[in-house]
C-alpha cells in the first residue's frame, strides 16, 4: 500500500498565506510526479501545479506568481507555499502521485484532500 497524507489546510483571510504538505510512504521504489490538485463544490478537479523527479515545474495560469511547488525526494514529500490568497482559490487540495511501486510502474495515488477556505 501507498499512502499520500496531507496536512496545512484551514482557514485564511484573503491575502494570506498556507503551506500545504504531502508526504508518500509504503513500498516506494521511486516517485515519478507530484502535484496538487484542487476541486471546488460541483468543479472539475484541475491541476494547480505539478513537479517531476527532475524538478520541472508547472502551474495553472491563474496561481503563477502566487503559489510554489517545491519538493523533497529523500522524505517523498512535496509540499505547496500559497501566498495572496483569493476567494476563488478556495477549494479541497489534493496531492497526486505517480509512483512506481516495488511491483508495478506508473500507479497514481491521491491523499485524502485538504480543505482550503479563504475569506474576505
Known amino acids: 500500500q501507498v499512502q499520500l497524507v496531507e496536512s496545512g489546510g484551514g482557514l485564511v483571510q484573503a491575502g494570506g498565506s498556507l503551506r500545504l504538505s504531502c508526504a508518500a510512504s509504503g513500498s516506494i521504489f521511486s516517485i515519478n510526479a507530484m502535484g496538487w490538485y484542487r476541486q471546488a463544490p460541483g468543479k472539475q478537479r484541475d491541476l494547480v501545479a505539478g513537479?517531476?523527479?527532475?524538478?520541472?515545474?508547472n502551474y495553472a495560469d491563474s496561481v503563477k506568481g502566487r503559489f510554489t511547488i517545491s519538493r523533497d525526494n529523500a522524505k517523498n514529500t512535496v509540499y505547496l507555499q500559497m501566498n495572496s490568497l483569493k476567494p476563488e482559490d478556495e477549494a479541497v487540495y489534493y496531492c497526486?502521485?505517480?509512483?512506481?511501486?516495488?511491483?508495478?510502474?506508473?500507479?497514481?495515488?491521491w491523499g485524502q484532500g485538504a480543505q482550503v477556505t479563504v475569506s474576505s
Open positions: 513537479i517531476t523527479s527532475g524538478g520541472s515545474t
Open positions: 497526486g502521485a505517480n509512483v512506481t511501486l516495488t511491483s508495478r510502474t506508473g500507479t497514481d495515488y
